[in-house]
C-alpha cells in the first residue's frame, strides 16, 4: 500500500537527527504527556466503573429488582398476589415480604433498625441474602429455639452495636404494633439471635433484621398481610418497563417502583462524579496537546527553508498543511497508543493482583474494584486523538503561510 508522501516527509521531521535533535527530544516529551494523559484517563474511568458495578451488585444483591406495593398500606394475600406478578413476562421470581422500622434493643444497648419479614422458601430466588449470611443459615428463621423462641438474623454491624452474636437475645419493639380499645400500642417481641448476615452495604447491615413473614406478621398484627411483594426479573434495565406493566395491569391499588427509582439519586451522583472526573482529566490531555502545538512551532520555525523548497518544486498550501497536521496527528496516535497499553495493563494488574487495599470500615470494599470495558478504550482513544489533531490546526495553517520568496531570498 503506497502511503501519501506528506506521511514520510512529518515522520522525517519528527525524527530529526543531528543540529535538530533537540526537536526529537520535545516530540518525545509530547508523545510521553499524551500517553499519561490517556493512561490515567483510562485507569480513573476503569476504576470509577468498577464501583458503580461493585455498588450496583451488592444494592441488587441485598434488595430486589422490583418492588410491588399498595396504596392501602399493605397487601392481603400476598402469596396470590407473589403468584401473579411471577407469571408477567420478565419476572423471574417473587416473594412477599414485611417493612417496618423498629427499636431493637440488647441486654447492654438499644437501637434503631428496620425488621424485614421474609419468606424463608423464596427469599434466595430474588435477593442474595441467605449467601450473605455468615452464621447460621436462612432456614433457621423458621425453626423455634429450645426456649420456644423465635430467630432474627442480625447484620453484622448492628450486631457489633448491640453487642450481642450468634445464641443471644434482643428484644424488638414495633410501633403501634398491637390495637387495642385503648389505642395502639407497641408491640414487644423477644428473638434469639440464629445468624449473621453481611451484604457489603453499611447502610443495611448495621440497620437490618430478619424474621420469618410469620413472626412479622403476628409481631405488627399483619396476619395473612404483608407490605408488598418483591420481584427478580430477567434483566434488570429492563426493570423500568416491567414495573410500569406490572402497575398497569394489577391497578388500583398496586404501586410498582424499580430498583433504579429506588436508588436514583445515588446512581445519578455517580454518574455526574464519572463525567466531571473524564472532563477533569480531558483537561490533562488538552495540556500535553499544548505540548504537540509547541513542537510543531518549532519544527515550522526550523523547517521554514524546507518548506520554500517544497513550495518551490510544486508543492501546494494544502499539501503543506497536510504535512504539519500529520506529524501532529502521528504524535497524538502514538502517545494515545502508548497510554491505552499501558492503561489496560495497570488495569489488568489492578484486577489480577490486588495490591492496592482499601480500607473496610471506610468503604466495606477490600481491593480497588476496576471494570475496564472497550467502550472506555474506544471513548478515551476517540477524544484523546481529536484533541491532538485540532491541536494541529493552528501550527499547519501557520506553515502554509510561508512565502517563498521570502524564505529563500538571501539563500
Known amino acids: 500500500m503506497d502511503l501519501p508522501v506528506e506521511y514520510f516527509i512529518g515522520l522525517k521531521y519528527l525524527l530529526a537527527k543531528r543540529k535538530?535533535?533537540?526537536?526529537?527530544?520535545?516530540?518525545?516529551?509530547?508523545?510521553?504527556?499524551?500517553?499519561?494523559?490517556?493512561m490515567a484517563?483510562?485507569?480513573?474511568?476503569?476504576?470509577?466503573?468498577?464501583?458503580?458495578k461493585e455498588l450496583k451488585d451488592r444494592i441488587l444483591g441485598a434488595t430486589a429488582h422490583v418492588h410491588v406495593t399498595s396504596l392501602e398500606g399493605s397487601v392481603q394475600d400476598p402469596f396470590a398476589l407473589a403468584r401473579r406478578v411471577g407469571e408477567m413476562d420478565g419476572v423471574a421470581a417473587t416473594s412477599p415480604y414485611i417493612f417496618s422500622?423498629?427499636?431493637?434493643?440488647?441486654?447492654?444497648?438499644?437501637?434503631?433498625?428496620?425488621?424485614r419479614g421474609v419468606d424463608v422458601a423464596t427469599i434466595g430466588?430474588?435477593?442474595?441474602?441467605?449467601?450473605?449470611?455468615?452464621?447460621?443459615?436462612?432456614?433457621?428463621?423458621?425453626?423455634?429455639?429450645?426456649?420456644?423462641?423465635?430467630?432474627v438474623i442480625l447484620g453484622k454491624e448492628l450486631a457489633a452495636n448491640l453487642g450481642v452474636s450468634t445464641g443471644d437475645l434482643v428484644e424488638v419493639l414495633v410501633p403501634g404494633g398491637n390495637v387495642t380499645p385503648m389505642g395502639a400500642f407497641p408491640g414487644v417481641a423477644r428473638f434469639r439471635?440464629?445468624?449473621?448476615?453481611?451484604?457489603?452495604?453499611?447502610?443495611?447491615?448495621?440497620?437490618?433484621?430478619?424474621?420469618?413473614?410469620?413472626?412479622?406478621?403476628?409481631?405488627?398484627?399483619?396476619e395473612g398481610r404483608a407490605t408488598g411483594v418483591e420481584a427478580k426479573v430477567d434483566d434488570i434495565y429492563q426493570a423500568g418497563r416491567i414495573a410500569a406493566r406490572i402497575k398497569e395491569e394489577l391497578g388500583y391499588p398496586y404501586w410498582a417502583k424499580d430498583w433504579m427509582q429506588s436508588n436514583r439519586n445515588l446512581f445519578s451522583a455517580l454518574k455526574l462524579?464519572?463525567?466531571?472526573?473524564?472532563?477533569?482529566?480531558?483537561?490533562?490531555?488538552?495540556?500535553?496537546?499544548?505540548?504537540?502545538?509547541?513542537?510543531?512551532?518549532?519544527?515550522?520555525?526550523?523547517?521554514?527553508?524546507?518548506?520554500?523548497?517544497?513550495?518551490?518544486l510544486g508543492a501546494t498550501r494544502k499539501t503543506i498543511r497536510r504535512i504539519f497536521a500529520l506529524e501532529g496527528l502521528l504524535i497524538g496516535v502514538a502517545g494515545t497508543f502508548a497510554g491505552t497499553i499501558s492503561g489496560g495493563l495497570l488495569c489488568y494488574l489492578l484486577r489480577r493482583y490486588e495490591f492496592i487495599h482499601l480500607p473496610s470500615d471506610v468503604y466495606y470494599i477490600s481491593t480497588l474494584p476496576v471494570a475496564l470495558s472497550p467502550g472506555i478504550l474506544i471513548l478515551v482513544g476517540v477524544s484523546s486523538i481529536l484533541i491532538c489533531f485540532l491541536a494541529t490546526l493552528y501550527p499547519a495553517r501557520q506553515a502554509s503561510l510561508v512565502e517563498p520568496a521570502e524564505a529563500i531570498r538571501y539563500e
Request: glycine share 10%.
Open 41 to 52: 484517563l483510562i485507569v480513573v474511568l476503569a476504576v470509577m466503573s468498577g464501583f458503580e
Open 273 to 312: 462524579e464519572k463525567v466531571v472526573m473524564f472532563i477533569i482529566l480531558v483537561l490533562i490531555v488538552m495540556v500535553a496537546a499544548f505540548n504537540i502545538i509547541s513542537t510543531l512551532i518549532m519544527v515550522v520555525m526550523d523547517k521554514t527553508k524546507d518548506i520554500a523548497v517544497l513550495m518551490t
Open 101 to 115: 422500622q423498629v427499636m431493637i434493643s440488647s441486654g447492654t444497648a438499644s437501637t434503631g433498625g428496620v425488621l
Open 20 to 38: 535538530q535533535t533537540f526537536i526529537s527530544i520535545i516530540t518525545a516529551i509530547s508523545v510521553s504527556g499524551v500517553a499519561v494523559g490517556v
Open 125 to 151: 430466588k430474588v435477593t442474595r441474602l441467605p449467601r450473605d449470611i455468615r452464621k447460621g443459615r436462612i432456614e433457621d428463621l423458621g425453626n423455634q429455639s429450645a426456649k420456644g423462641l423465635p430467630g
Open 193 to 222: 439471635v440464629v445468624g449473621l448476615s453481611e451484604s457489603g452495604m453499611y447502610e443495611y447491615d448495621s440497620s437490618f433484621a430478619y424474621v420469618s413473614l410469620e413472626e412479622a406478621g403476628r409481631l405488627m398484627g399483619m
